[in-house]
C-alpha cells in the first residue's frame, strides 16, 4: 500500500530555513505527481506546491521561498523552504492523488511533520 513517511520539521527563527523530506513506497514514486500541502493551527489544509513530468508549481503564498524537488532514484520528495515567516507554521504532509488547490483533496498523504516558526 501507499506509504509517505516526512521529516525534517522544526521550530525555527523568522527568516531561517528548513528542507522537509518524504520517503515514499508502495506505488511508482518516478511515475506519479507529487504534492506538499500544509495545515495551519486553526486553518484548513492548504496547497503548497506540486511537481510533475513537465515542471513545479507553487501557491502564490510561497512561490519564490519554497523549492520542491524530488530524488526518483531514492523514492524521496523533497521541499526546501527558506526565508520562513510565523504564518508557514503549521503540519505538513507530502501527498500523491490531490485534487482542487482550495481547499486539496488527496488520496494519499502522510502524518505529516511539524514546522514552527517563532522567535
Known amino acids: 500500500q501507499v506509504q509517505l513517511v516526512e521529516s525534517g520539521g522544526a521550530l525555527v527563527q523568522p527568516g531561517g530555513s528548513l528542507r522537509l523530506s518524504c520517503t515514499a513506497s508502495?506505488?511508482?514514486?518516478?511515475?506519479?505527481?507529487m504534492y506538499w500541502v500544509r495545515q495551519g493551527p486553526g486553518k484548513g489544509l492548504e496547497w503548497i506546491s506540486t511537481?510533475?513530468?513537465?515542471?513545479?508549481a507553487y501557491a502564490d503564498s510561497v512561490r519564490g521561498r519554497f523549492t520542491i524537488s524530488r530524488d526518483n532514484a531514492k523514492n524521496t520528495l523533497y521541499l526546501q523552504m527558506n526565508s520562513l515567516k510565523s504564518e508557514d507554521t503549521g503540519v505538513y504532509y507530502c501527498?500523491?492523488?490531490?485534487?482542487?488547490?482550495?481547499?486539496?483533496?488527496?488520496?494519499?498523504r502522510g502524518q505529516g511533520t511539524q514546522v514552527t516558526v517563532s522567535s
Open positions: 501527498a500523491k492523488d490531490c485534487r482542487g488547490i482550495s481547499p486539496p483533496t488527496c488520496g494519499s
Open positions: 511537481i510533475t513530468f513537465v515542471g513545479t
Open positions: 508502495g506505488f511508482t514514486f518516478s511515475r506519479s505527481t
